[in-house]
């Protein structure tokens, strides 16, 4: 039998994104065939907010959560994102005492604040036209990723930890193989996943620095529809509905 085909997805702007009508498409598609896909939300987002939008049964709630821009990653249980402590050891050992050094370099930054928002092994920042990206060579010397998107957002994650890396080891540890996943998202804390190599749905309206970063990737495949709809579009166009019926474009 054919393995499940894989949705590893993005959030905002992405799964959330597009027509009324196409996320009532693409959501009942998934419910439709849950025992022959997967879903797994691949996003910025904190659990508490996961565990919010799925508890109307409006969206289809995932299996497995990567949130937190990568640096959590468990599975969707009764509701809640359940970590997964294995898989979250070496982003733990690698986080260990960073949160404090950030806070203290970054405090005295024209223009960025902290989000208000619950962080477990990552900061994220917002920040307005006052803020001046070399401000942060403060952060020089520290075992940190920094990640600016959406024009107004920094991330700031242990050294290595992101998107792609995290959906990578997730995949192992279920043995899915990877010619089944098909990422999707928008903006540049997106990037890595493209970079896996995996089937790739950059989806209608996505950032120009994505479209840019991505442009040279065989698989990133650039849809003409915003969010869900680019979702159904890239399904499409990477053949990845075999065995299963056709979502309609």
Request: proline fraction near 6%; hydrophobic fraction near 45%.
């Amino acid at each position: 039998m054919q393995p499940p085909l894989v949705l590893a997805t993005d959030l905002d702007g992405t799964f959330l994104g597009g027509t009324p009508e196409d996320r009532a498409l693409l959501y009942d598609w998934l419910r439709r065939h849950a025992v022959r896909t997967k879903l797994i939300f691949v996003t910025g987002r904190d659990p508490a907010f996961i565990a919010s939008l799925c508890a109307s049964g409006d969206v289809p709630a995932p299996e497995y959560v990567i949130g937190d821009v990568g640096t959590t990653i468990g599975r969707f249980q009764n509701g809640h994102v359940v970590p997964d402590d294995r898989l979250e050891a070496p982003i733990k050992r690698r986080w260990a005492g960073m949160a404090g050094l950030v806070r203290t370099r970054l405090a005295g930054v024209r223009g960025l604040w902290l989000q208000p928002a619950p962080f477990r092994h990552r900061l994220s920042y917002q920040y307005d036209d006052r803020f001046q990206r070399d401000a942060l060579q403060v952060l020089d010397g520290l075992d940190v990723d920094i990640l600016i998107s959406h024009g107004c957002f920094v991330d700031i994650l242990p050294k290595g930890i992101s998107k792609g890396p995290s959906l990578l080891r997730l995949l192992a540890e279920l043995k899915l193989p990877r010619e089944r996943v098909l990422v999707a998202g928008d903006t540049l804390n997106d990037l890595s996943m493209f970079e896996t190599g995996l089937h790739g749905a950059v989806v209608g309206g996505a950032e120009e620095d994505l479209l840019l970063a991505t442009r040279a990737l065989p698989r990133a495949y650039h849809c003409t529809r915003l969010g869900a709809g680019g979702i159904l579009e890239a399904i499409a166009a990477h053949g990845l509905s075999a065995n299963l019926p056709e979502v309609s474009a």
